[in-house]
């Protein structure tokens, strides 16, 4: 993996993300750009439309322009990159792509007249490829538009980067300080052997083992941890951790540790909930009173999954201010609807 494609998919279905139009979807839906799994492909499936793709894919265009899909992100956020994946297209992927991304507050239906800035120019493509794009633009963006030139077929489209959540939200309330949605993140973990730490920050009940955290079997007597940079600094009230659908690899424990990064280094871990043992298949539900933290550091023990991870709690004073600022700065050129 690159730096940016350990972000994550602001794109990505499972955090809200949509295609709420495009020019064209005569062969293959363009809802299948923002699915969460890796495109896949049975030859000789046809439908009354021909080959079935699981992308989306557009007729021939025989009157000069090009295809286009508008994509509303889930979560807004500051892109770091792109990756437009051509999967299983061979014969009929677009030779050209570029991208262009736009900021708007609220819920707009028109989005002609948004200040859309090109984060990908145009570049060429080659099939069954997944193709990997930098961005630069230090701006937050709620909207991208995959230019495909002339027309073709696109498997997937991943919008990598940092979720910027809006403060207005959050302000004066008992917020998730671990959600993704709320821009907290899983800097660090000791093991991602089957998914990904920053699965336990998602919106929403994992449906299945799949969507949660889960690392190998362990055999050298230590233990697995993952370390959360959490939204903002604050007050834990309620900690949550669902084992749901983790039925035979759930830890037999797990411990909560806090830290302030403002004036403590990064080792400089206070419990916060001691080793507590815990079932398979269960929503845990732990009262704290913890001091301010900016880090929280999960252990399990000694392996297994974790479907979900909630630290309900305060943001501070100053972590609320600086959660404006940042949005503010990141914002300024945003279009207002």
């Given at each position: 993996m690159t730096e940016f494609t350990s972000l994550p998919d602001l794109a990505v279905r499972t955090l809200g993300g949509?295609?709420?139009?495009?020019?064209?979807?005569?062969?293959?839906?363009?809802?299948?750009?923002?699915?969460?799994?890796?495109?896949?492909f049975a030859p000789g499936t046809f439908g009354p439309k021909g080959q079935v793709y699981d992308?989306?894919?557009?007729?021939?265009?025989?009157?000069?322009g090009h295809d286009w899909a508008l994509v509303r992100l889930g979560l807004p956020g500051v892109v770091r990159g792109v990756v437009i994946d051509t999967a299983w297209f061979k014969g009929n992927y677009p030779p050209r792509a570029s991208v262009e991304a736009c900021a708007v507050e609220g819920y707009p239906s028109d989005l002609s007249g948004a200040d859309w800035v090109e984060i990908v120019p145009e570049s060429p493509l080659k099939g069954d490829t997944a193709h990997l794009f930098p961005t630069r633009a230090e701006r937050l963006f709620t909207h991208v538009r995959l230019n495909m030139i002339p027309d073709g077929g696109i498997a997937r489209l991943?919008?990598?980067?940092?979720?910027?959540?809006?403060?207005?939200?959050?302000?004066?309330?008992?917020?998730?300080?671990?959600?993704?949605?709320?821009?907290?993140?899983?800097?660090?973990?000791?093991d991602m052997f089957y998914?990904?730490?920053?699965?336990?920050?998602?919106?929403?009940?994992?449906?299945?083992?799949?969507?949660?955290?889960?690392?190998?079997?362990?055999?050298?007597?230590?233990?697995?941890?993952?370390?959360?940079?959490?939204?903002?600094?604050?007050?834990?009230?309620?900690?949550?951790?669902?084992?749901?659908?983790?039925?035979?690899?759930?830890?037999?424990?797990?411990?909560?540790?806090?830290?302030?990064?403002?004036?403590?280094?990064?080792?400089?871990?206070?419990?916060?909930?001691?080793?507590?043992?815990?079932?398979?298949?269960?929503?845990?539900?732990?009262?704290?009173?913890?001091?301010?933290?900016?880090?929280?550091?999960?252990?399990?023990?000694?392996?297994?999954?974790?479907?979900?991870l909630r630290l309900l709690g305060d943001m501070t004073p100053d972590g609320a201010k600086e959660l404006a600022a940042r949005y503010t700065a990141l914002t300024q050129h945003s279009a207002k609807y």
């Amino acid at each position: 993996m690159t730096e940016f494609t350990s972000l994550p998919d602001l794109a990505v279905r499972t955090l809200g993300g949509s295609v709420v139009a495009a020019s064209d979807e005569s062969f293959a839906e363009k809802e299948n750009l923002v699915n969460p799994w890796a495109p896949a492909f049975a030859p000789g499936t046809f439908g009354p439309k021909g080959q079935v793709y699981d992308g989306w894919e557009t007729a021939r265009r025989r009157a000069g322009g090009h295809d286009w899909a508008l994509v509303r992100l889930g979560l807004p956020g500051v892109v770091r990159g792109v990756v437009i994946d051509t999967a299983w297209f061979k014969g009929n992927y677009p030779p050209r792509a570029s991208v262009e991304a736009c900021a708007v507050e609220g819920y707009p239906s028109d989005l002609s007249g948004a200040d859309w800035v090109e984060i990908v120019p145009e570049s060429p493509l080659k099939g069954d490829t997944a193709h990997l794009f930098p961005t630069r633009a230090e701006r937050l963006f709620t909207h991208v538009r995959l230019n495909m030139i002339p027309d073709g077929g696109i498997a997937r489209l991943r919008v990598h980067g940092e979720v910027v959540p809006d403060p207005r939200v959050l302000a004066g309330l008992t917020v998730d300080l671990a959600a993704l949605e709320n821009g907290a993140r899983v800097i660090e973990c000791s093991d991602m052997f089957y998914s990904s730490p920053d699965n336990m920050l998602f919106p929403g009940l994992a449906r299945n083992q799949a969507e949660g955290w889960e690392t190998a079997r362990r055999r050298d007597g230590g233990h697995d941890w993952a370390v959360i940079r959490l939204a903002a600094p604050g007050v834990i009230r309620l900690a949550e951790i669902d084992t749901a659908n983790l039925k035979f690899n759930a830890p037999a424990a797990a411990a909560l540790q806090g830290l302030d990064a403002r004036t403590a280094p990064l080792d400089a871990w206070r419990p916060l909930l001691p080793r507590t043992g815990l079932l398979p298949d269960t929503r845990h539900r732990f009262r704290l009173t913890t001091p301010e933290v900016t880090h929280v550091r999960l252990d399990i023990h000694p392996d297994g999954g974790i479907a979900r991870l909630r630290l309900l709690g305060d943001m501070t004073p100053d972590g609320a201010k600086e959660l404006a600022a940042r949005y503010t700065a990141l914002t300024q050129h945003s279009a207002k609807y």
